[in-house]
């Protein structure tokens, strides 16, 4: 287990950017996968992208595809979200999560740890 705050919500006009970030605690922060999910309120969670532990293999999920990035910083353990472009259904709270080892899950159940959230909404 690792515990994780994220940290970068806010309040954006359409077409505007936000960067979300993920702070971790532990040693072996290099050893995780990590991903951001987002949900709305009545719905399912969902994710949005995933990093891999070491090299900076990415999945992203065609929605949001060309608008964000997900990237690491192993040395400060921390996961990042640059949200370019967003959209009013971008609107959702935002959560960071981690699963053990390599992992290619998009799933909640394949992500062992979870933040709080953070809010994100974007105005029309």
């Known amino acids: 287990q690792v515990a994780l705050v994220e940290s970068g919500g806010g309040l954006v006009q359409a077409g505007g950017s936000l960067r979300l970030s993920c702070a971790a605690s532990?040693?072996?922060?290099?050893?995780?996968?990590m991903g951001w999910f987002r949900q709305v309120s009545g719905k399912e969670r969902e994710f949005v992208a995933s990093i891999a532990p070491i090299g900076g293999l990415t999945d992203i999920v065609d929605s949001v595809k060309g608008r964000f990035i997900i990237s690491r910083d192993n040395a400060k353990r921390t996961v990042f979200l640059q949200m370019n472009s967003l959209k009013p259904e971008d609107t959702a709270i935002y959560y960071c999560?981690?699963?053990?080892?390599?992992?290619?899950?998009?799933?909640?159940?394949?992500?062992?740890?979870w933040g709080q959230g953070t809010q994100v909404t974007v105005s029309s």
């Open positions: 532990g040693r072996t922060f290099s050893s995780y996968t």
């Open positions: 999560a981690a699963a053990v080892g390599v992992s290619y899950s998009r799933s909640e159940s394949g992500f062992g740890s």
